[in-house]
Antibody, heavy 119, light 107 residues
Framework: QVQLVESGGGVVQPGGSLRLSCSAS????????MHWVRQAPGKGLEWVAF????????NYADSVRGRFTISRDNSKNTLYLQMNSLRAEDTAIYYC????????????WGQGALVTVSS | EIVLTQSPATLSLSPGERATLSCRAS??????LGWYQQKPGQTPRLLIY???NRATGIPARISGSGSGTDYTLTINSLEPDDFAVYYC?????????FGQGTRVEIK
C-alpha cells in the first residue's frame, strides 16, 4: 500500500531554514505529481507547493513563493521541501501528499512533519 | 485566488440523520472540486473528486453534487465514524485552495 513518511521537522528560529523529506513507497513514485499541504495548529488546510512527476513543472502558494523550493529525486523515491526565511506563520504540520493520477486531488497523505518557528 | 466558503461552520446532527454541507466558490470552478474528511488526530482522507466521483473505498451513502460556484456534500444516514471536519478543495487553477471546513458534531 502507499506509504509516505516525512522527516526533517523541528524547531527553528525566525529567518532560519529547514529541509523536509518525504520517503515514498508502495507506488511508482516517478509517475505521480506530488504536493506539500500544511495545517497550522487547530486550523484548516493550506496547499503549499506542487511538483510534476518528472520535475518539469512546479507551483507555489503566494505565501511561500520565493522562500520555499520543492524538489524530488525519483531514483530515491523522495520528495523534498527546502524552507528558507522561515516566519512564525509557517508553523504547521507539513503533509506530503500524492495526487490521484494527475487530477490535483490528494489521495494519499503522510503522517506529517511538525515545523515550529519560534525564538 | 479562488476563495471557497463552507457553510455551516458547525452542523449538529444525530446518528442516522442526513448531513448536507455546502461549499461556495468566489468564481466558477467548473466542477473541479473535491471533498475531504479529517478526524481528530488523523490525516485528511479524500472522499469525492471532480464534484461527484467517490474515491476508493468511499461508501455510496456519501455523495457530491453541484456546478459552477455551488457544491454540496451529502452524507446519508450518519454513522458514528462520520463525525469529523470536512473540507472542500478546488483545482480549477493555481493556487489550489481549501475551504475553511465544516465540523459535523454529534447532537
Amino acid at each position: 500500500q502507499v506509504q509516505l513518511v516525512e522527516s526533517g521537522g523541528g524547531v527553528v528560529q525566525p529567518g532560519g531554514s529547514l529541509r523536509l523529506s518525504c520517503s515514498a513507497s508502495g507506488f511508482t513514485f516517478s509517475s505521480y505529481g506530488m504536493h506539500w499541504v500544511r495545517q497550522a495548529p487547530g486550523k484548516g488546510l493550506e496547499w503549499v507547493a506542487f511538483l510534476r512527476s518528472d520535475g518539469s513543472n512546479k507551483n507555489y502558494a503566494d505565501s511561500v513563493r520565493g522562500r520555499f523550493t520543492i524538489s524530488r529525486d525519483n531514483s530515491k523515491n523522495t520528495l523534498y521541501l527546502q524552507m528558507n526565511s522561515l516566519r512564525a506563520e509557517d508553523t504547521a504540520i507539513y503533509y506530503c501528499t500524492k495526487e490521484n493520477s494527475g487530477w490535483y486531488y490528494f489521495d494519499s497523505w503522510g503522517q506529517g512533519a511538525l515545523v515550529t518557528v519560534s525564538s | 485566488e479562488i476563495v471557497l466558503t463552507q457553510s455551516p461552520a458547525t452542523l449538529s446532527l444525530s446518528p442516522g440523520e442526513r448531513a448536507t454541507l455546502s461549499c461556495r466558490a468566489s468564481q466558477s470552478v467548473d466542477g473541479y472540486l473535491g471533498w475531504y474528511q479529517q478526524k481528530p488526530g488523523q490525516t485528511p482522507r479524500l472522499l469525492i473528486y471532480e464534484t461527484s466521483n467517490r474515491a476508493t473505498g468511499i461508501p455510496a451513502r456519501i455523495s457530491g453534487s453541484g456546478s459552477g460556484t455551488d457544491y454540496t456534500l451529502t452524507i446519508n444516514s450518519l454513522e458514528p465514524d462520520d463525525f469529523a471536519v470536512y473540507y472542500c478543495q478546488h483545482r480549477r487553477n493555481w493556487p489550489i485552495t481549501f475551504g475553511q471546513g465544516t465540523r459535523v458534531e454529534i447532537k
